[in-house]
């Protein structure tokens, strides 16, 4: 845990109907202090969507050698690069050199995200997927954030319900590709 950070506590009760995922979740998440909680709450739902054995949350924003949420096989190969954000074209490149799938949840404008990376080398682009929510999902969500949280949170056909904290919030999940 990085030194200054803030724990914060999400009891999940997951429903990926999408992938047949059922999951109660109890997620203790250390925030740095430069961290933005729609940082944050970006990592929490991309921990939760790609829920599956061996996920796991990196040392945060101090570490350079892992994403935001990595996923590791039995022998503690990466097997899924998730980054959260806006990751530059040389971290994307390291990641997907490294693990089977590589994707990136963002709370920004995803468009741009990628834009950033046009022309840069990226190893095996074409299978990167970028996923981002509907204008002011993330925003919503931040303002009823609490250091101790409860969600329920439901996918179905690529939509997110999320009920945080008894306020209820929905977005598509939308997937951009590079190129």
Not at 1 to 28: C, K, N, P, S, W
Not at 49 to 73: K, N, W
């Amino acid at each position: 845990m990085a030194i200054g950070a803030m724990i914060h506590t999400f009891t999940v009760q997951l429903a990926d109907m999408d992938r047949g995922v059922y999951e109660e979740l109890t997620l203790r998440v250390a925030k740095h202090p430069s961290e933005t909680d729609a940082y944050m709450l970006t990592r929490v739902l991309a921990y939760c969507l790609e829920y599956t054995d061996g996920i796991g949350f990196s040392e945060g924003l101090s570490s350079t050698e892992e994403p935001a949420v990595v996923v590791r096989d039995l022998t503690g190969r990466i097997t899924a690069w998730i980054e959260v954000g806006a990751p530059d074209a040389e971290r994307m490149h390291y990641g997907s050199r490294l693990a089977d799938r590589t994707v990136v949840y963002t709370h920004r404008a995803p468009a741009k995200v990628v834009a950033a990376w046009e022309g840069k080398r990226i190893h095996d682009a074409d299978g990167i997927r970028v996923y981002g929510f509907d204008a002011g999902f993330i925003d919503a969500g931040t303002r009823v954030l609490e250091r101790r949280n409860t969600a329920t949170l439901t996918i179905t056909e690529a939509q997110l319900y999320l009920d945080l904290n008894g306020t209820s919030l929905s977005s598509a999940v939308h997937e951009h590709r590079i190129g």
